[in-house]
């Protein structure tokens, strides 16, 4: 794999979505242009917008020469036909639509990307969890090349839970969110946090914390995750995609595309690196960056 990739509009635009949380001066399109970033942020941005504008017309077109009852028989599930639906009723405007798109797009595309790439990099850092994982993908798909991966395969794949549960616990691709008090809140401890302060919730220490997690809390052991070892954990001992009323509505299907993509690359290459797990320097962003982003040696499996 190459250590210079060639960065995708999403990519860019969130990377220009950090700077501005951190540095919220930049919000200003009059101090971006001073800063000389406005083209940059400008492009990546029109990039991604008429990307999405681009299927929503294509839906669009597509249901135009449908029926109406033909458009309403469609799964009610699925993102882009409910939005649609909106925007037929009046309820949604097209930049409705097309904002509602943004966010799930925003939301689904480097977290997800991350999650696989720091699997594998956590699987190359320790074969011995990868061959366990090779060995129980290799058993539902003997052959190696493209196959189907259905959703009961993902749920068959016990061991490979185990593994991105645990590469979720020790990188969570989201290492911070903040919430903001609505009332006074009470904490255990007594601490009374005021109304309107701003809380950012630390997953990433959290994870990692000993107290929570023992001794080897800050490694990479799948058997964190076996019933007998999760089981008496605080339910939010563990929340890569947080709990609550405003959690990652995205979560299954992040979890089985991880799964699927995993299991036809796994399946089909041996992952190795020379970089060691104790020098991975994490760099917290909206979403977790690593300050040197490991090589990986790819081997073709039989
Ligand atoms: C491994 C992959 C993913 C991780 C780790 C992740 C994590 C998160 C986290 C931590 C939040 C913030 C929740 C909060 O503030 O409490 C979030 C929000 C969100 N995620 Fe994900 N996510 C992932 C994949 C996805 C996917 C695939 C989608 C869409 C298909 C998605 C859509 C969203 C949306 C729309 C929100 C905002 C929810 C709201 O504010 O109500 N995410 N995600």
């Known amino acids: 794999m190459s250590r210079t990739r060639r960065t995708s509009g999403v990519t860019r635009c969130w990377a220009d979505t ?4 951190f540095s919220p001066w930049l919000n200003s399109r009059f101090l971006r242009q001073l800063a000389g970033i406005e083209s940059h942020y400008y492009q990546a941005k029109t990039e991604i917008r008429q990307f999405i504008r681009k299927i929503i017309k294509k839906k669009l077109a597509d249901d135009e020469r449908k029926t109406l009852p033909a458009i309403q028989s469609k799964d009610k599930n699925i993102f882009l036909n409910l939005a649609t639906d909106l925007l037929r009723r009046g ?11 943004n966010i799930i797009v925003f939301g689904a595309f480097e977290t997800t990307a991350n999650a696989v790439y720091y699997t594998l990099m956590l699987l ?17 798909f003997p052959n190696t090349g493209d196959f189907d991966v259905s959703y009961a395969d993902t749920q068959e794949m016990v061991y490979l839970d185990l593994i991105l549960n645990e590469s979720m616990r020790v990188i969570p691709p989201v290492p911070v969110v903040s919430r903001q ?18 809380i950012a919730i630390d997953i990433f220490h959290m994870h990692r914390s000993k107290k929570i997690w023992g001794p080897d809390a800050e490694t990479f052991n799948p058997d964190h995750f076996l019933p007998d070892n999760i089981r008496d954990k605080h339910p939010y001992a563990y929340i890569p995609f947080t709990k609550g009323i405003r959690n990652c509505i995205g979560w299954r299907y992040a979890l089985i ?9 796994l399946r089909n290459y041996r992952f190795s690196t020379s970089f060691p797990f104790e020098d991975l320097y994490f760099v917290e962003d909206i979403t977790m960056k690593l300050k040197t982003v490991p090589l990986l040696e790819l081997q073709k499996r039989n």
Do not use: H, W
């Open 18 to 21: 950090n700077d501005m949380c």
């Open 91 to 101: 309820v949604f405007t097209l930049k409705n639509v097309e904002d509602e798109s």
């Open 124 to 140: 190359a850092m320790f074969p011995q969890y990868q061959e366990r994982a090779f060995e129980e993908i290799k058993a539902m």
């Open 181 to 198: 008090t609505s009332q006074d809140l009470q904490l255990s401890n007594g601490i009374v946090v005021p109304q309107g302060v701003q």
């Open 257 to 265: 595309s991880a799964k699927v993509t995993l299991a036809k690359l």
